[in-house]
């Protein structure tokens, strides 16, 4: 390809950073040109810059000079900012198009699929042909277009009748119909349900967003079924295959079909180099790796594969090698085709067709596969969230019917042991089976997307012809073959997979992140004073809740406060409190406080001041008073934050320099109505309060810190840029984990639980 102008599509992926490399590396007469599309406020040009400096291109700068490289760059390659979504005009002058642009993804979205994969040729050999040139085309496949069958698949045209403009006109469309359905109110009744059941306590806000999000996924969850679902009606296994099937069918049509040189190029599962640029290069997750990981980690104790299925693997220079000598090996068009002669091309449509596979010569069956791995982690074991090594699976190959029975069992399992664990008090305890249901739950969901995904992949019984292939790399001259070629049958498997591949795997060997556990250094919180530090109280500053907090108060003031009912009348209404709680915590403060209809303010506020504020402060739990020192150490403005009545906080006014919280209505005499003065300062209300507060105050909401202990802190723990959670309720600890907030448990106080109560009656006597 000597003084060649290529165009390359795809080439901020895996393949094409790999072709422009070897081009850039090995034929240094060609010119490249980049169709790339910006991303975000990066521009086209500064994505080739960051990619020109990736691992892939190390050892050709290395071995060049940087100078050199740099100038290489400047006259080689020509960036073009667009998309195959959106094709601007390209050069007149083109002899090459390398197009390895693609979605390559098993699950997408149906019309997401149909976009990138059939939609972008379109484009591209739409605006081929408007340049007037006649460049030969490579156009990138994957040998798994070959759909649903077992046996040989052979490197000629697909045998199908599927029209591919009714598919793609019908794909486009199906956002809109799912759209549609997604807002019928027997669709979001449900979905609203389910939210309001899980997220009540945070808020109507918090609901409506958790619906919102809801009602999405549900949105594309049904044109990912459409997609899986149409491609297997018509005999390939998920919407990936199908829809690149259909773009070869643009390329036969658009391209071969009028006149021009055509190459398809189908690799099978491309995986990390094997020698160039250096064993092992890999950018990113590939299509086997998280297979691997998972197996590594211990996640996968059974696989739905066959034993002696073949794995098609291929390194990925491999792939290179083969589609730069395709595109050096044009198809002769003007020469009519005898179908019994044997040739890469086919006549039907003229163009010629290659599979880099690596099944028909050197098979990787999946029992080796397993082999190797085990070998491999029982020598380089994985560590688990404790610290231990994990102990790898020795898989069975079950039938796949008896995994899913399996799976399914356990899903069961799980969803019930989540269900329990959620009505548990909160304490370590609990929180310990927590994280044992979700570590549990995320490995089910990760076994249950991989059954799902792979399984067509890991009991394929197909075996792809690759005699184009194999002769296009004999024609390769033996002085060129080290560095060009791509024999399969000289890969050692077990050298590729033990030292090569799977030690390359992107971040297998990289240490699991503990849970964060941040200091309580005076060093480690910054001296400013333009930052909050928001506290609750209870859960949170005391070991009580605020049930407790009524029932030392109550019992401190039978006698001195005679408008109280005493306990009698709190438990016969217990219920009615308990509902409250449930629907929402301003709804159970306005419900109890109606108790205290006819109190005198200035009497309840000495029976607190002198019988219920030692309870209060024996039970403040030691950790949280010394971080709030810290706080105010470090010049941070500490606020307490509480839907409780102003007097019932008061005592605690010499910790925090601002106290809010609620006041009751009072009559011209000075005693309460048993009304709410304002709504009180709960979930979305303290949210709300909290950025008004912020923002009058000059302060930085963003490097403001917060600590709350329950599900109706969501709102208000999230305003702040650095939230905490306390010992947490069972769905506020869900959400810091996956939130990856840091969470506390803090247990020391002066008193134990019964301590206060005890007293409260001794003062009595």
Not at 333 to 339: I, N
Not at 551 to 559: N, P, S
Request: proline share 6%; net charge neutral.
């Amino acid at each position: 390809m000597k003084n060649a102008h290529i165009l390359v599509t795809g080439a901020t992926g895996f393949v094409g950073q790999a072709v422009v490399e070897k081009l850039l590396a090995t034929h240094p007469t060609t010119r490249i040109t980049l169709l790339v599309r910006p991303r975000g406020a990066l521009a086209a040009e500064d994505r080739v810059r960051k990619l020109l400096k990736k691992p892939v291109f190390g050892p050709w700068r290395e071995r060049i000079g940087a100078d050199a490289a740099e100038a290489q760059l400047a006259e080689r390659i020509t960036v073009l900012a667009g998309d195959l979504g959106d094709v601007p005009p390209l050069p007149t002058d083109l002899t090459h198009v390398v197009h390895s642009a693609s979605t390559v993804s098993f699950d997408l979205p149906i019309d997401e699929a149909f976009a990138a994969n059939v939609g972008g040729p379109v484009s591209l050999y739409e605006a081929l042909e408007a340049t007037g040139a006649d460049p030969h085309v490579v156009h990138v496949s994957t040998c798994y277009v070959a759909g649903l069958r077992k046996g040989l698949a052979e490197e000629r045209s697909l045998d199908h009748d599927v029209d591919r403009r009714v598919e793609t006109t019908r794909a486009l469309r199906a956002r809109e119909s799912a759209e549609a359905a997604s807002r019928r109110p027997q669709v979001l009744d449900k979905i609203v349900a389910k939210a309001r059941a899980t997220h009540r306590r945070a808020g109507a806000q918090a609901v409506a967003q958790a619906a919102e999000e809801a009602r999405r996924a549900w949105v594309n969850d049904q044109l990912v079924t459409a997609g899986r679902t149409r491609a297997t009606s018509l005999g390939w296994p998920d919407v990936y295959t199908f829809t690149k099937a259909l773009g070869e069918r643009v390329a036969e049509d658009l391209w071969a079909g009028a006149g021009h040189r055509l190459s398809i190029v189908r690799p099978t599962i491309i995986e990390s180099s094997l020698q160039h640029p250096f064993p092992g290069w890999i950018d990113g997750f590939k299509v086997a790796d998280p297979l691997i990981a998972a197996y590594g980690r211990g996640m996968l104790p059974e696989f739905p594969a066959l034993a002696d299925s073949i794995l098609d693997v291929i390194p990925v220079d491999h792939v290179v090698n083969a589609i730069l000598a395709a595109a050096a090996s044009p198809p002769d068009v003007a020469e009519e085709p005898d179908e019994t002669t044997v040739t890469s091309v086919d006549p039907r449509t003229r163009a010629a067709y290659y599979q880099v596979a690596s099944g028909s010569r050197n098979p990787l069956r999946f029992g080796t596969i397993l082999r190797l791995l085990r070998e491999y982690f029982e020598q380089h074991p994985l560590t688990g969230d404790d610290g231990s090594f994990v102990q790898v699976p020795n898989w069975t190959f079950p039938h796949g019917p008896a995994v899913q029975r399996s799976l399914r069992r356990r899903e069961m399992a799980v969803d019930v042991a989540d269900s329990l664990v959620g009505k548990l008090p909160p304490n370590d305890t609990t929180r310990s089976w927590i994280s044992s249901v979700y570590k549990a739950k995320r490995d089910l969901g990760t076994l249950r997307k991989f059954t799902d995904l792979y399984q067509a992949y890991t009991q394929t019984e197909v075996v792809f012809d690759d005699t184009n292939t194999h002769a296009l790399h004999e024609a390769v001259p033996a002085e060129r073959s080290e560095e060009h070629g791509f024999d399969v049958s000289a890969i050692d498997w077990t050298y590729y997979m033990k030292e090569v591949h799977v030690p390359k795997v992107p971040g297998l060997m990289r240490a699991r992140r503990p849970h964060s556990k941040p200091s309580t250094s005076a060093k480690s919180l910054p001296q400013r004073e333009d930052v909050l530090a928001v506290f609750d109280l209870h859960g949170t500053v005391a070991a009580a809740s605020l049930i407790e907090h009524y029932v030392w108060v109550e019992l401190a003031a039978k006698g001195a406060v005679p408008a109280l009912r005493g306990l009698g009348g709190m438990v016969a209404s217990s219920g009615t409190y308990l509902q409250a709680e449930w629907r929402d915590r301003g709804d159970f403060i306005r419900s109890f406080m109606r108790r205290y209809a006819g109190v005198d303010e200035a009497v309840l506020r000495e029976v607190i001041a002198t019988k219920v504020t030692p309870s209060l402060r024996a039970r403040l739990l030691s950790e949280a008073t010394e971080r709030i020192a810290l706080h105010r150490a470090a010049g941070h403005r500490t606020v307490l934050v509480s839907g409780q009545i102003d007097v019932f906080v008061e005592p605690l006014a010499d910790m925090f320099d601002v106290i809010v919280a609620g006041q009751m209505e009072k009559d011209s005499g000075g005693r309460w109505t048993g009304h709410l003065a304002s709504s009180p300062l709960v979930d979305e209300a303290r949210a709300s309060w909290l950025r008004r507060y912020a923002r009058e105050e000059g302060m930085d909401l963003a490097g403001s810190y917060a600590y709350g202990d329950t599900y109706a802190d969501r709102p208000w723990l999230e305003v702040a840029g650095k939230p905490n959670v306390v010992n947490p309720d069972a769905t506020l600890y869900r959400y810091a984990r996956e939130k990856r907030w840091p969470v506390h448990s803090w247990t020391t106080t002066a008193e134990g639980r019964f301590s206060p109560v005890l007293r409260s009656l001794g003062s009595r006597r």
